[in-house]
């Protein structure tokens, strides 16, 4: 296990039972680079990454 999954594992935890969309996430996700512009890369790959998900082509980088 990453070090990062112990997040994403609270997370689920804390967050499976809920139904949120897309908008509410992107929200959320402006919010945490608003309060942490040093993480505006991260994010944003990330959210590019989560955009185009469902490409083939994505998937081999």
Known sequence: MYST???IEEFEERRAQE???VVVL???M???VD???EFENAIDRFATWLA???DD???DD
Do not use: C, S
């Open 5 to 7: 999954d112990r997040g």
């Open 19 to 21: 139904d949120f969309t």
């Open 26 to 28: 992107a929200d959320k």
């Open 30 to 32: 402006r919010i945490f």
């Open 35 to 37: 309060l942490h512009p």
């Open 52 to 54: 185009r998900d469902d």
């Open 57 to 59: 082509d994505d998937l």
